[in-house]
């Protein structure tokens, strides 16, 4: 069974890490170039002008088919590819497989899908989402499609874990994401109330005024963004609106390096974490408030034994992106075997 899977370049980025997933489980994987995703505002413009006149990543993607040969294609999200580009896939015999770290038809922001994700749903023989919700919600509306549950995962390996813990503490709540207003006025709330916040992302001085409370921080990827998630007190996790009732990359990525997550209360947090043990979650903005001021308190001896339990339940729930492709295979080969 051969596999057409997409990369973009960035090793970090969870096309990439399932991608390397997947050659260690052994599967026969070629690959497509999606490209990175870019950060800047000029670059997205770009992107989206791109995708509505006519895709070139869809006329790539059928090069890559033909010179393949796939018996599988992978698609993350799918906002390249147009519903009719996906028939004439399949109609060369090729199984269609969707993985989406989003909401396929309710879409919250210009990021997170478009009338291509949303009008090729039914075209995949095989959805996975990242939430349980999502997947109820998928099975009432396509009741004949096969949708699997795949939550997200984290890259970091041992080696980079060592090298990461040796990261001084900073005794400050960090977020680590870009704004909008609900952020916005989560992290202001915050440090109004006396916890000092340090920001990382694009775009944070357009919804926030830096105080010595408030810091407006460069962000940075790859393993100097594993270094922050490490590095702080706590990291304050704030979900999108598709994130409700489940949880997001964060989720995984902080207890991996063995930082101390700060999320809200939902099932999916507390089928993963123990609330006061290797994660803490909040079910409003008191609580949150509370649990923060709790967290910049606690001895340092308290915080560290929290990193220690964070990360060995990361490694008992075997949640590295290698465990998620694995999985990821099995459903493919059960879904080509029917």
């Known amino acids: 069974m051969r596999i057409l899977t997409p990369v973009s370049g960035n090793r970090w980025a969870v096309p990439d890490c399932y991608h390397r997933g997947l050659v260690h489980a052994g599967a026969d994987v070629v690959t497509y170039d999606i490209g990175e995703a870019p950060t800047s505002l000029v670059g997205r413009?770009?992107?989206?002008?791109?995708?509505?006149?006519?895709?070139?990543?869809?006329?790539?993607?059928?090069a890559a088919?033909?010179?393949?040969?796939?018996?599988?294609?992978?698609?993350?999200?799918?906002?390249?590819?147009?519903?009719a580009v996906l028939k004439r896939i399949a109609a060369r015999g090729v199984r269609l497989v969707n993985y989406n770290t989003d909401h396929?038809?309710?879409?919250?922001?210009?990021?997170?899908?478009?009338?291509?994700?949303?009008?090729?749903?039914?075209?995949?023989?095989?959805?996975?989402?990242?939430?349980?919700?999502?997947?109820c919600e998928m099975a009432e509306l396509?009741?004949?499609?096969?949708?699997?549950?795949?939550?997200?995962g984290h890259a970091i390996d041992d080696a980079l874990f060592d090298e990461i813990a040796a990261e001084p503490e900073v005794v400050r709540g960090c977020f680590n994401?870009?704004?909008?207003?609900?952020?916005?006025?989560?992290?202001?709330?915050?440090?109004?109330?006396?916890?000092?916040?340090?920001?990382?992302?694009?775009?944070?001085?357009?919804?926030?005024s830096p105080t010595p409370m408030l810091k407006l921080c460069t962000p940075e990827a790859g393993i100097g963004m594993f270094r922050i998630l490490r590095r702080y007190r706590f990291q304050l996790n704030l979900f999108r609106p598709h994130n409700e009732g489940s949880h997001n990359l964060r989720s995984f990525e902080v207890p991996a390096v063995g930082g101390i997550s700060l999320g809200p209360d939902s099932?999916?947090?507390?089928?993963?974490?123990?609330?006061?043990?290797?994660?803490?979650?909040?079910?409003?903005?008191?609580?949150?408030?509370?649990?923060?001021?709790?967290?910049?308190?606690?001895?340092?001896?308290?915080?560290?034994?929290?990193?220690?339990?964070a990360r060995a339940r990361i490694l008992a729930l075997q949640s590295h992106f290698d465990d998620r492709a694995r999985a990821m295979l099995a459903a493919v080969t059960e879904t080509v075997a029917r």
Not at 67 to 78: E, H, N, R, S, T
Not at 143 to 152: E, G, I, M
């Open 45 to 62: 413009i770009l992107r989206r002008l791109r995708r509505m006149t006519g895709s070139a990543a869809a006329r790539r993607l059928e």
């Open 65 to 83: 088919i033909a010179a393949a040969k796939p018996d599988v294609l992978i698609v993350f999200k799918g906002f390249d590819y147009p519903p």
């Open 104 to 135: 396929p038809f309710r879409f919250f922001s210009p990021g997170s899908g478009n009338a291509n994700v949303r009008d090729s749903v039914p075209l995949y023989d095989l959805y996975i989402t990242y939430s349980g919700p999502i997947a």
């Open 142 to 152: 396509y009741p004949d499609q096969k949708v699997v549950v795949l939550p997200f």
């Open 177 to 208: 994401g870009n704004p909008d207003e609900e952020r916005a006025e989560a992290v202001r709330f915050l440090a109004e109330n006396g916890v000092a916040m340090d920001l990382y992302g694009y775009d944070w001085a357009k919804f926030v």
């Open 267 to 309: 099932p999916e947090h507390r089928d993963f974490f123990a609330d006061g043990r290797d994660a803490f979650h909040f079910a409003d903005k008191q609580e949150m408030l509370a649990v923060a001021r709790h967290l910049l308190a606690m001895p340092v001896d308290e915080a560290d034994a929290v990193r220690r339990a």
